[in-house]
């Protein structure tokens, strides 16, 4: 072979990385505008997951356990007490919301 050759073979191998690393650079570019789209709309979708514990953690204390149970069932008991005030009498065991 050639000297020609040669220096066509060693001056490939030696910008091979440097191809390698701007066609990484070129992919990172690219992809890298989707991340924060992607962020978000994963943390959209994972975030009911969560257990509460991890939920505050991810949002640093700011998210709050929901109680709905507890605001169902203050409901239930003041329209309970609505109803007994309006009716009157005693209603006994008669609760909303409970199997009888």
């Known amino acids: 072979m050639s000297r020609a050759v040669y220096a066509k073979l060693w001056a490939s191998t030696a910008q091979f990385q440097q191809r390698r690393h701007y ?3 070129q992919v990172g ?3 890298g505008k989707w991340a924060m789209p992607l962020g978000v709309w994963w943390a959209w979708l994972l975030f009911p997951a969560l ?3 991890y939920r505050s953690a991810v ?3 700011v998210h709050r356990m929901q109680l709905w ?3 169902e069932v203050m409901k239930s008991k003041c329209a309970y007490r609505a109803a007994v005030e309006h009716y009157g009498g005693d209603w ?4 909303i919301g409970k199997q009888q």
């Open 59 to 61: 949002t640093l204390g």
């Open 69 to 71: 149970w507890y605001i």
């Open 29 to 31: 570019a690219r992809v």
């Open 23 to 25: 066609a990484w650079y």
């Open 51 to 53: 257990p509460e514990e």
């Open 92 to 95: 006994g065991d008669v609760r």
